[in-house]
């Protein structure tokens, strides 16, 4: 019977392959599979749909829409492979079942190669000189019965340019090394000896030794390809890529051509066996080793963005979840020295209210001046916090303040917060929107000052990959990156929940459900028609229809409204349980919100029927105990020496408080206040082995370190965490 592709059989099996990754029932995958398929969002099902998938959480559902998309794109290229073959007239049965039996791309492509159009090779002008019945006497490998001579007379063809014997010998050996070649099993085979066996080497280019001094490492660098870690390799491939290095797969050369000719060769009594022993050695250095080296390092670099993009969006996850300080009048400066500090008054809602600049930095230092402007913004707004970015000037700007609460025992609190991207966000069509008459400058202080009081609304607004909590962001392949960081937004985004009447259009973008251009209709719905006040008004948005609002109601909250659960996680569909668990105690629904210890006497198990499961009573349960409750930690501030402000101020052996701006698979990055953070490496983070620095340390940690090594010329810092 023929063996014919099907999408739902390939989908089948991929479900039954995830499931025993994940330790889970294939049919918690297909349920998966089937409520991705029908448009609802990762946050949705993971977070409402718990009964039908049997509660796998989004790392689980991210997982299996990756593997789904990967069988699906490969059952494409399949149905073309098989496509293409058959128009050539070549596809035999073998073939065919050896196509669909493939499991990944990369083999797909390695059996597909032979039937590939070919580039103008040797091989391909020697058979158009008429040399491929030579070439499949010389694959034959069977005793001639004549003289080598004699053979090759006859493939003599002036008129064709093959003028004499050698020339016909060495055509036709062309064709036998490219044929060899484009065998797929010697390949794969290849391949999966490169990477168990193969190393990789990088050396300096020519004349590029003054330009290597951020590649040192890597000038004369060997390593095992098993081993190599994904930054290292992403490093040796930026420095290749700058003209500075040159990498290559270094294999053991002779037993790999030993084990070819055993493969290849069959009949050492056979007339041309040397010169076949040699096509061999040809085959191997000309077309394949370049080729298994191309093959390899985009095996290498795939797996290197994968690890590296992982990293990247860990750290953004966290600085995303850093705990807001909260509503409260805040003082944003945006620091530097020649042209000022830029200030800007933010009131608790968020809102613009004031800017000025001032000069308390060199080369002005108008110390006087700058106190009596900043005094004069505390006291008329009332100001709680004061945002300092981290950037240029800032530790200067920082004792400036310090100085100010000091000497007039102001009941303010002073942090240092991360620039990174804010320019970007400033200089943006979306700032210049949002504020059109400021100039980048004061946005910027306005950006600082809404990242200290919610960092996870204000960073949405910036491209993330401007933030710098990444590892050699720019040389992984950005279609996978920008996936992961949308995705990482759109989970914290819907796991922290949002603000329906003070959501910005950015934040709501990334709502389950709702996208930019419903958020935009929501935004304009609301300037329009006044603050919502129950969240089934999200249906008279244009174009926000039933699928939308199911997608995303859930995560929208609406503070002092109509229904007391609008506030909360609970969604609307639900609501009519949390009616019965009242009703269950003589009260009102809107008296249960908030109760915990009525919340408490209900049992979960009594509320579950068939459309209501388990674990979203729980889940039910848990929301009205403490509605709209903020999953992110307590605010904290990190205190950073007075005596310590340039990088010419620390001394090896000084215990230090920083904040970890960055972890990497090689250690952790730690800003303790001197402009250029600190690296600690893995050896440095823990007192025990560790494999992976997050198991100790994420993005916003407070920590305290010790000063092990400076070098001021390169700006590098070492610290270690083992006090």
């Keep these: 019977m023929e063996k014919k592709p099907t999408q739902e059989q390939d989908l089948t099996e991929v479900a039954g392959e995830i499931a025993k990754q994940l330790a ?38 991210r997982a299996i829409e990756d593997a789904i998309a990967k069988a699906r794109e490969l059952f494409a290229r399949k149905n073309t ?30 059996i597909y190669l032979p039937f590939k159009p070919k580039r103008r090779t040797r091989a391909t002008i020697a058979r158009e000189r008429g040399l491929q019945p030579l070439a499949d006497i010389l694959l034959k490998q069977s005793r001639l019965g004549i003289s080598k001579s004699e053979l090759l007379r006859r493939y003599v063809r002036p008129d064709m340019e093959v003028p004499d014997e050698e020339a016909a010998l060495a055509g036709a050996l062309d064709i036998v090394a490219e044929t060899w070649a484009d065998d797929a099993e010697t390949r794969v085979w290849l391949a999966e000896q490169s990477k168990k066996h ?8 020519r004349g590029k030794k003054e330009e290597a001094d951020k590649f040192e490492m890597y000038v004369d660098h060997n390593e095992s390809v098993a081993r190599v870690p994904s930054h290292r390799f992403l490093a040796m491939k930026r420095g290749e890529e700058e003209g500075i290095l040159r990498i290559s797969l270094e294999l053991d050369n002779d037993r790999v051509v030993g084990q070819m000719q ?87 809602t968020g809102k613009y209210v004031a800017h000025t600049t001032i000069y308390p930095t060199p080369p002005t230092s108008d110390v006087a001046g700058a106190s009596k402007t900043v005094l004069e913004l505390i006291a008329k707004y009332r100001v709680e916090l004061i945002a300092i970015g981290n950037g240029t000037a800032s530790r200067e700007t920082d004792s400036f303040v310090s100085d100010l609460i000091r000497d007039h025992k102001l009941n303010v609190t002073k942090v240092m917060v991360s620039e990174a991207g804010a320019s970007i966000y400033s200089a943006s069509e979306l700032a210049a929107s949002e504020y059109p008459n400021l100039d980048v400058t004061v946005r910027g202080a306005i950006s600082i000052a809404h990242r200290l009081q919610d960092p996870l609304a204000e960073l949405v607004k910036t491209d993330p990959k401007s933030i710098g909590v990444g590892q050699y962001q720019h040389d992984v392949n950005q279609t996978q990156l920008r996936k992961c960081l949308e995705r990482e937004v759109e989970s914290c985004v819907n796991k922290v929940g949002v603000d329906l009447n003070m959501a910005s259009a950015s934040l709501l973008s990334y709502v389950s459900g709702i996208g930019p251009k419903l958020a935009e209709s929501i935004v304009r719905f609301r300037d329009e028609n006044g603050p919502f006040k129950k969240r089934q008004q999200l249906t008279n948005v244009p174009k926000l229809g039933a699928k939308a609002f199911e997608q995303s109601a ?26 019965r668990m009242a009703k269950r105690l003589g009260i009102s629904s809107s008296t249960i919100v908030g109760n915990a210890a009525l919340a408490q006497k209900l049992k979960p198990d009594e509320f579950v029927d ?32 007075e005596a310590v402000k340039s990088i010419d101020d620390l001394k090896i052996g000084m215990v230090l408080e920083g904040v970890i701006t960055n972890v990497t698979h090689f250690g952790a ?21 560790i494999k992976d620095p997050n198991e100790v340390v994420s993005v916003g940690n407070v920590v305290k370190i010790k000063v092990l090594e400076v070098d001021s010329t390169r700006k590098r810092i070492s610290v270690s965490k083992k006090l």
């Design 554 to 579: 859930g995560f929208l909250r609406i503070r002092n409204g109509e229904q007391p659960l609008d506030n909360s996680a609970v969604h609307p569909e639900s609501y009519r349980l949390v009616e």
């Design 610 to 641: 068939d459309q209501f499961g388990l674990p979203t009573v729980v889940d039910i349960l848990e929301e009205i105990a403490k509605p709209g409750r903020d999953p992110r930690n307590e605010f904290r501030t990190v205190r950073f020496s």
């Design 24 to 61: 889970v029932d294939s049919r918690q995958v297909l349920a998966a599979i089937e409520l991705l398929d029908a448009g609802n969002t990762i946050p949705f099902i993971a977070r409402y749909r718990k009964e039908a998938t049997r509660e796998l959480d989004e790392i689980a559902l």
């Design 262 to 348: 055993s493969y290849f060769l069959a009949n050492p009594q056979f007339e041309f066996f040397r010169e076949l022993q040699k096509t061999v050695e040809d085959c191997y250095e000309r077309l394949l080793k370049p080729a298994t080296e191309s093959t390899v390092f985009q095996w290498l670099k795939e797996r290197a963005d994968e690890e590296a993009i992982s990293v990247f969006g860990k750290n953004l996850r966290e600085l995303l979840l850093a705990p807001p300080a909260g509503p409260k009048v805040t003082l944003g400066i945006d620091p530097g020295f020649r042209t000022g500090c830029k200030l800007a008054v933010v009131d608790a």
């Design 669 to 689: 990055f730690v800003d303790i206040g001197v402009h250029h953070d600190a690296l600690i490496h893995i050896s440095q983070l823990s007192d025990t082995y």
């Design 198 to 205: 193969g190393r990789i080497a990088s050396q300096v280019k």
């Design 81 to 110: 492979v098989l496509k293409s073959i058959a128009e050539q007239g070549l596809l035999t049965e073998e073939l065919r079942n050896q196509i669909l039996d493939c499991k990944d791309l990369q083999t797909l492509e390695v």
